[in-house]
């Protein structure tokens, strides 16, 4: 039998989650039955798409309940298998959340070649964040040759690929991130621009980056930076959505003024293409093509990474907190047990 | 020689529009030269969208100069000709503007078929307003059968083309009006819902009339029936933004709380599709498709429309006002000389 230290939510988290919201249990699993198997986690994967599931508030994914493991993509070692899909020693893709072991069926996983890239990779760049990025841009954003992408977020997982992608679409890439040691990486990665938004010119940096307009705006954190992109969208621009990290904690509509009739007004009067999605809508069409092309794009060099690798489960809720105040800097993931 | 009157713009409205904003002159138009024609105006059309042009902002179109002229689709008389593209007595589509005569190129107006349908027809549901409707339901708002379509402004020539078109289509149709005898009429015109949007009950009657949600909302009105819509809208809701009369006029941004959070975070969720267009974007693909269907659908009774005609040009400035007030009933059009 195999103790699993897990991490519970205990309650909703009202604005920014804090330590009573989370709560630490052990458990003693099961024995397997036929088409199970016992995972070990390696690496848990901290996304901002938790904090919506942690509300009881409508999404695009049922909420969690009080008490269950906080929901997450996992990269596992099978210890027992009672399955012939994988055996003992093997590297799998699961989503068993925030614990040390789990139990799962054979459909609940993925056996990954654990020699193609780091292990922590499938969390990010080749995993979930890398495929919104790949879908969304390719799909919704569409960049042309010559025309000019922007995103913010723009050293996490999400918008780093973002990035490099158009650059290799021909596009040019407007990265906007938090504070010097970011706007740095984002050189490094290739970007035509990088932009601390934190800065006091920042309005003033945007446009002098975006001096033909914005034909791409890849909306993954909302809030101010959003507010200073509008005006600077072009006609026919397109905003793919998929993600608002600046609001996920937000407890009430702000105060005044009431900035949606201009959002409404620039849809109109520039043609726009707002669109929310998540990953999950364009998996089965997309996935072919994105495992043929973002390995090769890392292999080759033409897309690169920034991990944020926190060692041990129980730092999950302070790490998960940080990062929805930008803290983190790459795709934070938790080294629950050793590779 | 011919004298032409016309009602030129002779400041920039702050807010409502006003009859100061106007003025009334009268010239003497020049000889014809060589590919001109003389037209004599017999309707003009009035529309939103003039509102936006008399503002210096930036929009899809090119604002008015103070002393231009206003702007609008007519229907004219060929009075004299020297070009081989239209005699006189031919019925033409113009785009002379708020004045009784005017010389245009022969580059700048087509030849109608008076016998086809009424002449007003070809300002509204034969027209710009109806192949707004016709671009942006088909290629936009995508309604598909048993899935429901919402529109405000539904007896307006735009809205009352939206929901008459799905229905077509078959997908069922919820027009939303202001005050009982738009709602008798949108029950005359088959939507399967006709809401008074004036009714303190609006939000319950919008609820009961959408059990299973709404899949496109075409957009043309903007403000309080928008913010009543958008908790309604499925997964996957598509929204044509056409024109927002209700906030044309406004001359800063309302007082929070902010709702642009809680409209980003819909499309988050709900994988919102929100789209602006201008009718011709689509003009080149889609008009032989318009001029097929729409002709034959308005013929064989499947399409009824609302006119609401004013006589006389120099009622333009107060009729137009009262349209973006939401006064009048159906298409407005003035009747600038007898037929």
Chains 1, 2 share one sequence.
């Not at 970007?191 to 938004?197: G, I, K, Q, R, V």
């Not at 001096?211 to 397109?238: M, S």
């Not at 937000?250 to 009739?261: F, R």
Request: proline fraction near 6%.
């Amino acid at each position: 039998m195999t103790d699993s230290t897990r991490i519970a939510l205990a309650s909703r988290p009202h604005g920014e989650p804090t330590a009573d919201d989370f709560r630490t249990e052990t458990r003693t699993l099961p024995a397997l039955a036929d088409g199970q198997v016992l995972l070990r986690t390696i690496y848990l994967s901290l996304d901002p798409y938790m904090r919506g599931r942690m509300s009881d508030a409508k999404s695009y994914a049922e909420p969690m309940e009080i008490g269950d493991t906080v929901v997450g993509g996992t990269v596992c070692e099978v210890m027992e298998s009672r399955s012939d899909r994988a055996q003992p020693g093997d590297i799998v893709l699961a989503y068993t959340g925030w614990q040390t072991h789990d139990i799962v069926s054979e459909r609940h996983f993925r056996v990954l070649d654990p020699d193609a890239a780091p292990l922590s990779a499938w969390l990010g760049v080749l995993g979930m964040p890398g495929f919104t990025a790949y879908a969304g841009l390719l799909k919704i954003g569409r960049p042309q040759p010559g025309e000019t992408v922007a995103v913010a977020a723009a050293t996490g997982p999400v918008g780093s690929a973002v990035g490099q992608i158009a650059r290799i679409k021909g596009a040019r890439a407007v990265g906007i991130a938090g504070g010097n040691q970011k706007v740095e990486w984002l050189r490094e990665a290739g970007f035509d621009a990088a932009l601390d938004h934190r800065s006091p010119s920042f309005a003033h940096d945007l446009a002098d980056a975006s001096e033909d307009g914005i034909d791409v705006y890849f909306e993954n954190v909302g809030g101010a930076v959003w507010n200073e992109v509008l005006p600077r969208l072009n006609k026919f621009a397109r905003v793919p959505v998929c993600g608002l990290v600046s609001q996920y904690n937000a407890t009430s509509a702000p105060t005044g003024p009431d900035l949606q009739p201009r959002l409404m007004s620039a849809v109109l009067t520039k043609s726009l293409l707002i669109r929310g999605f998540i990953q999950d809508e364009f998996w089965q069409e997309m996935r072919e093509d994105f495992f043929r092309d973002m390995p090769a794009w890392v292999r080759d060099g033409k897309i690169i990474y920034q991990e944020d690798i926190v060692d041990g489960l129980e730092n999950a809720p302070a790490a998960f907190a940080n990062m929805l105040r930008g803290g983190n800097f790459g795709k934070l993931v938790i080294r629950v047990g050793e590779e």
